[in-house]
């Protein structure tokens, strides 16, 4: 069966850090780019960052730019999403997944079509 499971997410207050990780079962990443998406309340899903199947590239939303990085360790077949700086309007549930590249030599893509996999979500609250 194929999934992904995020975790790491929580409550944090306003300028704190947490770190998300978006597990793979069932296939292996290598093949793989894999996107972080968030929704918050009353609004659409967004996309944050995501990184090519190589790690090489990566891409981020303005409004993450400088305090989100994204990477990937195909060994351990996950992803992470470090965030520092946090606000409280990051409060959202964010969601992992994963878009097949092989033989594409793009670019990774903010761009929810593309992804094949998702995961369930985690929650992250900004709040003091």
């Known amino acids: 069966q194929l999934q992904l499971v995020e975790s790491g997410g929580g409550l944090v207050q306003p300028g704190g850090s947490l770190r998300l990780s978006c597990a793979a079962s069932g296939f292996t990443l290598d093949y793989y780019a894999i996107g972080w998406f968030r929704q918050a309340p009353g609004k659409e899903r967004e996309g944050v960052s995501c990184i090519g199947d190589s790690g090489g590239s990566t891409n981020y939303a303005d409004s993450v730019k400088g305090r989100f990085t994204i990477s990937r360790d195909n060994a351990k077949n996950a992803t992470y999403l470090q965030m520092n700086s946090l606000k409280p309007e990051d409060t959202a549930v964010y969601y992992c997944?994963?878009?097949?590249?092989?033989?594409?030599?793009?670019?990774?893509?903010?761009?929810?079509?593309?992804?094949?996999?998702w995961g369930q979500g985690t929650q992250v609250t900004v709040s003091s």
């Open positions: 997944a994963a878009e097949e590249v092989r033989g594409l030599f793009r670019e990774c893509l903010l761009y929810e079509p593309q992804y094949d996999y």
